[in-house]
Structures are given as structure tokens and as C-alpha cells.
């Protein structure tokens, strides 16, 4: 069966193109045609089933999946690592760590001023950064401070940690996460070392945050600060996750609570006023977390698994 003239002419420029690796400048001199005539054959190509293009990659539907989020939540970038049943639990966490720890370490810039949360990822997190010289960086905690039987997880000694991986400047904010009382909790605000410590906090450059699920498995109750009435109280609340100084509702909104009113450090409304907040998170059970602080615009960076990308789509 004889082709026609042009039928010929756009697959030679689409063999051309796509086979033998031409660029469309190229392609448009040997063919003595515009390269705009070129750009709008390859398009007519892709239209007319022609030409079909498919990314064979293992990682090519957790990119998808990134860019839908992107999209649904308006966020500057989206790192999911993919899973599978055969990936364990704890490989999984220690890829979204290194992932996050890669992530980080191409966007440092001489001057930035760097928050921390707390928490097992955040650790995991910093084992991973490699070490590298920014003595202009300065690194301070976003929330006070847990007992020192739990210093992996201490936001002064992650602060601590992460200094000395960037050779930079830190601060500490010498305060507890979770105060004993309301009446400690307003006597702590009202002094100069926690003042100090939450301006610093509030105009940080980049934050990195982990996320909990009270309601699911919280670090709070695994470290002993949080009784069974209290986490009654939580679930009475209608909280959905924990972050920073905040339990937050499903919008993302600090709750009125009296656990709340004892939790020192800047709350989840003021990551808003952050230009790059970085919220890391593993496990399915995550997503219902994570969410409310995407619908809140707490977030700009996300890194998470597979199943939790899901859930949020």
C-alpha cells in the first residue's frame, strides 16, 4: 500500500526525532522546513497515535503521583519513594530519610537560617546529610526541648547534630516541648529565653517538620508525656496530627485544648509565614496527618511514601 506524501514526510522527521536522536533544528534543515512546521508534525504525530510515548522506569508512577500533588495542593515539590511488598517498613523509612537528606543538602545556601522539629524521621533525616561546610548557616529548634533519656529525638540535640554536620551556627530554645502545667506553660512564654528563641523560630528560611498521628501511634505516648486521658482528650478534640508546637484539626487549625496550651514552640499557622517548609512522613497512617497541613498551606516541600501519596491523591 503506497503512503502518502505527508504521511511519509511525518514519520521520516518522527524517526528522525525520536530514533535517532535529531533535535528539531537539525531535522528542520535536512527537511528545509521551519522549525516551528517541525515542533507542530511531531505534536500532529503524538495526536494521531503515531507515536505513543511511555516512560519505562520503576520510579516513573511516584513522579506521576508527585506532580498530581503538586497540582491538587499547590506545593513547590513532591519526593515520593516508591514501595512494594517486598520493601520493609524500616527500609522504607530509611529511603524517605535519605531522600529528604538529599533533597536538603542541594538547596543550601550560604546565610539560610534552618528550623527543626523533633522526632525519630527528623534523626533518621540527619544521620544521612553528609558532612559539608556552611559556616553562615545557622540552625535553631522550632519547639522546646524533651527529656535528655530521649536525646535522639531532642530538638536541641538534632540542632546540635545538624550544626556540626554543616560546620554551622546553632541556638537552642531551653524550654520543654510539654510543660507540666498551663500556669508553667504562660510563665515560660512570657520570659526572655523563650521569646528569643520562638522570634528566631518564626523567621527561619527553611524548616524541616515530622508529622504524628495521635490517634494512630503517637512519639508523645511512646515517650511516656502523654497519659490515656489525655489521649482521650485528643480524640474528643477532634484532632487529626500533631506538628511543631500544634495538635491541628482536619483544616490544618491548631486546637483549643488544654495539652495544646502546655506545648511550647511556634504552632502549625505559623508555618505559613515560612518561605520553604519541608514536612517528612512514612507510613500510611501518616496521610491523615499530613493532609490537614497541606489544605492549611502549612507545607511547600513533601516527602513521603508511596502509600501515603496515594492516600493524599
Not at 80 to 89: W, Y
Amino acid at each position: 500500500m503506497r503512503i502518502s506524501e505527508d504521511r511519509r514526510k511525518m514519520l521520516k522527521i518522527v524517526t528522525m526525532y525520536y530514533e535517532e536522536g535529531l533535535t528539531q533544528a537539525v531535522i528542520a534543515k535536512k527537511m528545509r522546513i521551519s522549525r516551528p512546521v517541525i515542533s507542530k508534525i511531531l505534536q500532529q504525530a503524538k495526536e494521531s497515535g503515531i507515536v505513543s510515548i511511555s516512560i519505562k522506569d520503576e520510579s516513573a508512577y511516584a513522579v506521576e503521583l508527585g506532580l498530581r500533588l503538586e497540582k491538587k495542593y499547590q506545593l513547590d515539590d513532591v519526593i515520593i519513594i516508591p514501595t512494594n511488598e517486598q520493601k520493609h517498613a524500616q527500609t522504607i523509612k530509611l529511603d524517605v530519610s535519605r531522600a529528604a537528606a538529599f533533597y536538603f543538602k542541594e538547596h543550601l545556601k550560604s546565610e539560610m537560617s534552618i528550623g527543626l522539629s523533633w522526632g525519630t524521621t527528623l534523626a533518621d533525616m540527619i544521620d544521612e546529610v553528609p558532612y559539608q561546610s556552611f559556616p553562615t548557616i545557622n540552625v535553631c529548634p522550632l519547639v522546646g526541648g524533651v527529656s535528655s533519656e530521649h536525646l535522639y529525638f531532642d530538638t536541641n540535640h538534632l540542632v546540635f547534630r545538624l550544626a556540626e554536620k554543616l560546620n554551622s551556627r546553632c541556638q537552642y530554645f531551653y524550654a520543654p516541648a510539654l510543660a507540666e502545667n498551663s500556669e508553667l506553660a504562660n510563665v515560660l512564654n512570657r520570659s526572655q529565653l523563650v521569646g528569643r528563641a520562638m522570634t528566631q523560630a518564626k523567621n527561619v528560611d527553611f524548616a524541616i517538620i515530622g508529622v504524628g498521628n495521635p490517634n494512630e501511634s503517637s512519639t508523645w505516648k511512646q515517650l511516656g508525656y502523654i497519659t490515656e486521658k489525655e489521649l482521650t482528650i485528643i480524640k474528643q478534640s477532634g484532632v487529626k496530627g500533631d506538628a511543631v508546637a500544634s495538635l491541628f484539626d482536619k483544616n490544618g487549625q491548631t486546637v483549643n485544648n488544654e495539652i495544646c496550651e502546655r506545648m511550647l514552640g511556634i504552632k502549625v499557622e505559623d508555618l505559613v509565614n515560612i518561605p520553604d517548609v519541608m514536612v517528612i512522613g512514612c507510613g500510611e497512617e501518616k496521610a491523615e496527618s499530613i493532609k490537614p497541613l497541606l489544605l492549611g498551606k502549612c507545607c511547600t516541600i513533601l516527602v513521603v511514601d508511596q502509600l501515603i501519596a496515594e492516600a493524599l491523591v
